[in-house]
Nanobody, 121 residues
Framework: QVQLVESGGGLVQAGGSLRLSCAASGSIFGIVTMGWYRQAPGSQRVLVAAITSGTIKKYADSVKGRFTISRDNAKNAVHLQMNSLKPEDTGVYYC???????????????WGQGTQVTVSS
């Protein structure tokens, strides 16, 4: 089993910054991708940013240039620095971890409990 613990959400005014952190623990192995998803009220959960163990990064178009994802492989931690926040960034942010194995179709996904980010206008 893998556990993900998030921290760093909160209330901020538009234009402000927040930093989210997620620490993973448990049986972690293989190719590990970590990332952040956002779920706004009445909407589906969508990818915000992701980073592989080789530090390849992917961002949603809406956050490019404003958000930065980083990773500490030694600590199995991932961070999301969010700058120039907008009201549309509001939602519950979930940390995600995916494990895969080279040469196999095996895949396992884990989710954190979510942390609320609210950006006021």
């Amino acid at each position: 089993q893998v556990q993900l613990v998030e921290s760093g959400g909160g209330l901020v005014q538009a234009g402000g910054s927040l930093r989210l952190s997620c620490a993973a623990s448990g049986s972690i192995f293989g190719i590990v991708t970590m990332g952040w998803y956002r779920q706004a009220p009445g909407s589906q959960r969508v990818l915000v940013a992701a980073i592989t163990s080789g530090t390849i990064k992917k961002y949603a178009d809406s956050v490019k240039g404003r958000f930065t994802i980083s990773r500490d492989n030694a600590k199995n931690a991932v961070h999301l620095q969010m700058n120039s926040l907008k009201p549309e960034d509001t939602g519950v942010y979930y940390c995600a971890l995916e494990m895969t194995v080279v040469g196999s179709d095996w895949k396992k996904n884990y989710w954190g409990q979510g942390t609320q980010v609210t950006v006021s206008s």
